[in-house]
Nanobody, 127 residues
């Protein structure tokens, strides 16, 4: 199986930046996609960004494109999410996710395709 551990969350002022990290361990060689999802209290989970591990293709939610960047360090099995120009409405628990199945893309619509999840790291953006 795959274990995921997020870090890097915290509190920032609106317009600030944070970089989240996710360290993957276990059977990482079989992981096709890794992604970031977020969920605020009382709200549905939403996909933020995803990356195809073997080739590096990236996918973004329209609301974060141009402000967030997903990347990976394959030698360290580490996933990153660089977040800039953060908005208060983006306060949420941010989760790292991975799947060992290939769907032809790395989906962000529901997150149901992802088998492995971290415990989340809290991001709070104040105004």
């Amino acid at each position: 199986q795959v274990q995921l551990a997020e870090s890097g969350g915290g509190s920032v002022q609106a317009g600030g930046s944070l970089r989240l990290s996710c360290v993957a361990s276990g059977y990482t060689y079989s992981t096709y996609c890794m992604a970031w999802f977020r969920q605020a209290p009382g709200k549905e989970r939403e996909g933020v960004a995803a990356i195809w591990r073997p080739g590096g293709s990236t996918y973004y939610a329209g609301s974060v494109k141009g402000r967030f960047t997903i990347s990976q360090d394959t030698t360290k099995s580490t996933l990153y999410l660089q977040m800039s120009s953060l908005k208060p409405e983006e306060s949420a628990l941010y989760y790292c996710a991975a799947t060992t199945d290939w769907f032809g893309r790395c989906p962000l619509e529901t997150g149901d395709e992802y088998t492995y999840w971290g415990q989340g790291t809290q991001v709070t953006v104040s105004s």
